[in-house]
């Protein structure tokens, strides 16, 4: 498949209760999509996605939105079942948009699109680090942590691959919806006291992606203004080579 992503690592204990990168997943698996959105093009149209990355990896069968599974038991149970079916032969082959990885200790995250620069790569991993360290820490003190219905998970993980920021996110079973922004921009602020982490500039860059857009409006303004996708490719290797956003 030539498609790109960035995965992120973030460290924790291994086992240790419920499991914030499961909870990551039910809640905010959209806002990353989002933040990240950078493939709108497929063999040389618009797809009308913001993320057409997302939809071409769902067509493996372990690519996705994870199960809703209760806890490491239940996790380690699932593999064991795909192992001994011969399914998979390794968690590897696991493609889930959040797992914890056993060998790593690490909750994984890969719901994002390859960025272009390391301004957003940095910004969305900082994101990425102080939401589980906020969420591991709300476990461990045994607050029970928010989840969301299965269908509102797909359904938001959708809107945020067609639309990327300009998505309007679904909040409750009632459809209560709120632009996906304004919810970046509050979760960024709950997140902010990141001093122990030191990454508060980075995730104070968010903020940056939500006012000038992502990679996949960029791209299309390039079109919009009367370019071709040689342009577009233009526009990515320049942003690469930059390494930052100005």
């Known amino acids: 498949m030539a498609i790109y992503g960035i995965h992120y690592h973030v460290g924790r204990a291994r086992g240790a209760g419920r499991d914030p990168g499961g909870e990551l997943a039910g809640l905010l698996a959209a806002l990353f999509l989002a933040l990240s959105s950078s493939s709108p093009f497929w063999h040389g149209r618009d797809t009308g996605l913001a993320s057409a990355r997302t939809k071409i990896f769902e067509g493996l069968p372990t690519a ?25 032969a390794t968690i590897r082959e696991v493609w889930w948009d959040v797992r914890p990885h056993p060998d790593f200790g690490t909750v994984e995250l890969r719901m994002c699109d390859g960025m272009t620069n390391l301004d957003e790569i940095c910004a969305v991993g900082a994101l990425a680090q102080s939401l589980v360290a906020h969420l591991t820490a709300r476990a461990q003190a045994g607050e029970r942590l928010p989840g969301a219905r299965e269908w509102v998970v797909r359904e938001n993980k959708w809107l945020a691959a067609r639309h990327g920021l300009a998505a309007d996110m679904i ?3 009632a459809g209560t919806r709120r632009p996906i922004v304004d919810v970046i921009v509050d979760l960024v602020a709950e997140l902010m006291p990141t001093e122990a982490l030191g990454c508060a500039d980075e995730l104070g860059a968010v903020l940056g992606i939500v006012e000038r857009g992502t990679s996949s409006t960029r ?13 577009v490719v233009d526009l990515l290797v320049a942003e690469f080579d930059g390494a930052t956003l100005r």
């Open 171 to 173: 909040l409750d079973d």
């Open 64 to 88: 996705g939105l994870p199960p809703q599974l209760s806890g490491w038991a239940e996790f380690e149970q699932y593999m064991d079942t795909l192992v001994s079916a011969g399914a998979i």
């Open 219 to 231: 791209q299309r303004a390039v079109v919009a203004n009367g370019g071709s996708l040689h342009d």
